[in-house]
């Protein structure tokens, strides 16, 4: 690499950081530590409902959960942890900006965690289309199309989409991946975690 290249990296990269510390200054961050969500601007223009919440319990930690939602995706023990010490996580979901909702079974669902998904559910986590394909449930991921056909496209975490938990189903994968391409055939890609050997 030229000098001239690797200072031009350096400018670009320089300048980068310094744009992102000025906008978490501006919104009241602290350089220092990794950024916080921001809530999305919003003002009513519509009638406010006439249900008022009494907010007698405090909301779970956000901070407990987001740490609980990112375990769950590769390490059973600190999922079991931190479950043992808040049960309530169990069903908790993050938003990670713009919508993009996550529980702790959605992640280890998209990461192939059978062994994850299974404690989850067993202490009680809801079950969606997206972890029953991922567990190889091909007959509960058939009634879910047969109630609502459009399933076939719906999304998950990140934008995992049905086909991509599928590739995660173990010994069962094949069975799915062929059933699923009978409903809305997809070019497949590599599936990036189940080269990394999970499930």
């Not at 009513?44 to 375990?71: G, H």
């Not at 972890?131 to 109630?147: D, E, I, N, P, Y």
Request: with cysteine.
């Amino acid at each position: 690499m030229s000098d001239s290249m690797s200072r031009r990296s350096l400018c670009k990269w320089s300048a980068s950081a310094a744009i992102t510390t000025l906008a978490g200054l501006a919104l009241g961050q602290d350089p220092t530590k990794p950024p916080s969500p921001v809530e999305a601007a919003f003002t009513r223009d519509y009638p406010a409902p006439d249900f008022n919440p009494r907010w007698k319990k405090p909301q779970i930690n956000r901070t407990m959960l987001q740490d609980f939602v990112i375990y769950a995706h590769s390490d059973l023990a600190m999922t079991k942890t931190l479950l043992d010490k808040e049960p309530l996580l169990i069903n908790g979901v993050m938003d990670w900006g713009a919508g993009d909702w996550e529980s702790g079974i959605g992640g280890a669902s998209h990461m192939g965690r059978h062994d994850i998904v299974e404690f989850l559910l067993e202490r009680g986590a809801r079950i969606d289309i997206f972890t029953a394909t991922m567990m190889g449930q091909l007959q509960a991921v058939k009634s879910f199309l047969k109630l609502q056909p459009k399933l076939i496209d719906s999304r998950g975490p990140h934008g995992f989409s049905l086909h991509f938990h599928a590739q995660l189903a173990g010994k069962d994968a094949d069975r799915m991946l062929k059933y699923l391409q009978s409903v809305k055939r997809v070019e497949m890609k590599p599936n990036p975690f189940l080269q990394k050997g999970s499930g």
